[in-house]
T-cell receptor, first 117, second 110 residues
Framework: GAVVSQHPSRVICKSGTSVKIECRSL??????MFWYRQFPKQSLMLMAT?????????EQGVEKDKFLINHASLTLSTLTVTSAHPEDSSFYIC?????????????FGPGTRLTVT | GQQVMQIPQYQHVQEGEDFTTYCNSS?????IQWYKQRPGGHPVFLIQ?????EVKKQKRLTFQFGEAKKNSSLHITATQTTDVGTYFC??????????FGKGTKLSVKP
């Protein structure tokens, strides 16, 4: 089956530093990947849609300059949380939609737990 | 994607009892998906519904899409402890982006 990996799985960083999270589709190509954030006991909130070779589309209220997204290849998207603050601590999950797939089915990575101290 | 409201937020059942979670929208939905997230895990795709009145079954799980395409439900017959988790409905947008409901957390007492 389709597998999506995320790295790192957990990261602790100090306030003011930047953290990069990688999302890889391991056995399929994904023109489009998505980044979600999930706070404890809450639902997934879409942050942005990442398209290979073009700029990401951010949801309302998500700061583009703070959450930098790069989708340089059909199997890799990265999310960089810049100048992280404690309120950015959350579970970040990516998903990938197989290229050419007409359905909305997408495959989720295992998530990255970010803690900002 | 469109906003979707999901109820109940929590459901505690005895093993063997049935379970249902409901998803509603004020506008017509082009599609609805259902995902399951185990504690500490990530969402796993269960099903996609696109047709008015569509009903799909997966073993003990029954998924329905309303005639007006404004509501959907997931029903589990005779729950088992392996059914524990949070069930989310989601509406997909034109780019495939998903807008999730708040989820229903199911706990099953053996």
């Amino acid at each position: 089956g389709a597998v999506v990996s995320q790295h790192p799985s957990r990261v602790i960083c100090k306030s003011g530093t930047s953290v990069k999270i990688e999302c890889r589709s391991l056995d399929f190509q994904a023109t489009t990947m998505f980044w979600y954030r999930q706070f404890p006991k809450q639902s997934l909130m879409l942050m942005a849609t990442s398209n290979e070779g073009s700029k990401a589309t951010y949801e309302q209220g998500v700061e583009k300059d703070k959450f930098l997204i790069n989708h340089a290849s059909l199997t890799l998207s990265t999310l960089t949380v810049t100048s992280a603050h404690p309120e950015d601590s959350s579970f970040y999950i990516c998903s990938a939609r197989p290229s050419g797939n007409l359905s909305w089915e997408q495959y989720f990575g295992p998530g990255t737990r970010l803690t900002v101290t | 994607g469109q906003q979707v409201m999901q109820i109940p937020q929590y459901q505690h059942v005895q093993e063997g009892e049935d379970f249902t979670t409901y998803c509603n929208s004020s506008t017509t939905l082009s599609n609805i998906q259902w995902y399951k997230q185990r504690p500490g895990g990530h969402p796993v795709f269960l099903i996609q519904l696109v047709k008015s009145g569509e009903v799909k079954k997966q073993k003990r799980l029954t998924f329905q899409f309303g005639e007006a395409k404004k509501n959907s439900s997931l029903h589990i017959t005779a729950t088992q402890t392996t059914d524990v988790g949070t069930y989310f409905c989601a509406n997909g947008g034109s780019q495939g982006n998903l807008i999730f409901g708040k989820g229903t957390k199911l706990s099953v007492k053996p």
